[in-house]
């Protein structure tokens, strides 16, 4: 069921994008009144295919689905009839070629903005940023953060959520810089602390960097049932069932989640006896934890979540929703901050500040699209937000082949006054197949990676 979950998830979400993107194209052209012969969801042999339109337009699935184009009237692809040149793309002013060329990324930034704007007018929950323990030595100790105080404000930010919290100090982070933090501990007295970013590195970023910092969230007190196992996981395979109790490990008894979660955690691709109360009845059940790389160490999971109190968990959440304008404002600030993060992002990977490790390919988007399908509507949406953002910036890079690439030649041309010549054309072409073929090179790794480690 979860492989099932995660395809559909994946598929709609790509279909999604990549027909965001060729219809702000089409849109463009057919504005410009530019003949389009094709539009296109994949690449490679039409697989299906009708005609629309006064221009008899074939709107076609292809094989190839990681992609799509919008085929316009074009003289240098074939002939066109005298009274169609008027409508050929390569007649157009640079203006409007750049125009139609824009419109792609353009739709799928809007598109972030669309779903971020019904988030926040619906109401994002999330977990109150109140700290839980403090590693010794730590950042966060250093900076003598305490557990129960609540994370208000970093620098100039207001936040009310861990997720809150976590966006604005990775944009901290990745620029190595102190920040200052105010905090309220649980007698209401007000405290700003400073921490500093400057020992971070890269390969902090990898996962879940407030680990590196010191920070653990406050987590609500859990008693050792389970509430949920993940098919296919260890726990799943040792015959573990959701209502189970553990009353001890390896003879050691437990009265808490977090007990088991460190005894499991320690003890990756080692058997453990875990003495069970199921019902009336005492069971004694063996479980390998299976081993997870996190942050470069290898520790143990089973698949196993806790069972959750509504109740004692309500203390723990928040839900932030805004009226539809300022929703429309944090809509419009959101897609700009993370559009500006993913290019800071990619400048520091090509300068080796950042590990390449941060790329991520299909087979990591699909797990990503299928975790927030399950989770609900609501990650889903986000997840869908940040894809379309992640492909909007992805294509406005200068890379020839890609939509920045062809607004390179046009910005070219308006500054030199005619049109880039065919053979720099081709050369770029031959360069930005080969900068393409090695991102999806390192992504594709990084996916298989993940994939073996997990």
């Known amino acids: 069921m979860h492989l099932l979950t995660t395809l559909v ?21 057919w504005l410009c009144n530019v003949k389009v012969l094709r539009f296109s969801v994949g690449f490679g042999r039409v697989l299906t295919s009708r005609r629309y339109g ?76 109140v700290i839980g323990a403090v590693t010794p030595g730590s950042p966060a100790a250093q900076a003598q953060f305490m557990p129960g105080e609540t994370v208000v404000k970093i620098g100039p930010h207001a936040v009310a959520t861990w997720q809150d919290a976590r ?8 620029e190595r810089s102190a920040v200052a933090l105010e905090v309220h501990n649980e007698r209401g007295e007000i405290h700003w602390r400073t921490l500093d970013l400057a020992h ?20 609500p007190p859990l008693a050792p049932v389970i509430g949920r196992v993940l098919p296919g996981a260890a726990a799943e395979r040792s015959g573990l069932l959701a209502g189970d109790e553990i009353v001890a490990i390896d003879g050691e008894p437990v009265a808490h989640w977090d007990q088991v979660v460190t005894a499991i955690s320690a003890n990756p691709g080692q058997q453990l006896m875990l003495d069970i109360r199921r019902g009336a009845a ?41 009226p539809a304008w300022t929703s429309f404002g944090k809509a419009l600030e959101r897609t700009w901050d993370t559009s500006a993060f993913s290019l ?65 030649y046009y910005m070219f041309e308006i500054v030199k006054g005619s049109p880039v010549s065919e053979k720099a054309m081709e050369i770029g072409q031959h360069v930005g197949m080969g900068v393409l073929l090695m991102l999806m090179a390192f992504a594709l790794y990084n996916d298989i990676t993940r994939l073996i480690s997990s």
């Open 200 to 219: 971070l590195q890269p390969a902090d970023l990898d996962s879940d960097f407030l680990r590196a910092l010191g920070f653990a969230r406050l987590q």
């Open 54 to 129: 006064r221009d008899r337009t074939e709107w076609a699935v292809s094989a190839f689905p990681l992609g799509g184009y919008v085929k316009m009237l074009d003289e240098r692809e074939g002939e066109v009839a005298d009274q169609e040149r008027p409508r050929a793309f390569n007649r157009q002013t640079v203006y409007r070629r750049f125009l139609i060329v824009v419109a792609g990324p353009a739709a799928n930034f809007l598109l972030a903005i669309l779903l971020y704007w019904l988030i926040f007018m619906h109401g994002v929950p999330g977990i109150k940023p």
């Open 282 to 322: 005492l069971l004694r059940m063996a479980v390998t934890p299976d081993g997870v790389l996190e942050n470069a160490v290898r520790v143990g999971r089973i698949g196993a979540a806790p069972r959750i109190d509504p109740a004692v968990l309500q203390k723990y959440l928040v839900e932030v929703r805004y």
């Open 344 to 408: 800071r992002m990619l400048g520091k990977m090509v300068m080796g500040e950042i590990s390449l490790k941060n790329l991520s390919g299909p087979i990591t988007i699909a797990d990503y699209a299928g975790q927030a399908a399950q989770i609900g509507w609501i990650s889903y949406l986000v997840f869908l937000a940040l894809i379309s953002i992640s492909l909007g910036v992805l294509n406005l890079l200068p890379i020839p082949l890609l939509d920045g690439g062809h607004l390179m």
């Open 9 to 29: 998830a994946f598929a709609f979400a790509l279909g999604l994008l990549i027909i965001v993107h060729e219809f702000g194209h089409y849109l463009a052209a």
């Open 167 to 174: 966006w604005v100090l990775l944009k901290y982070a990745v």
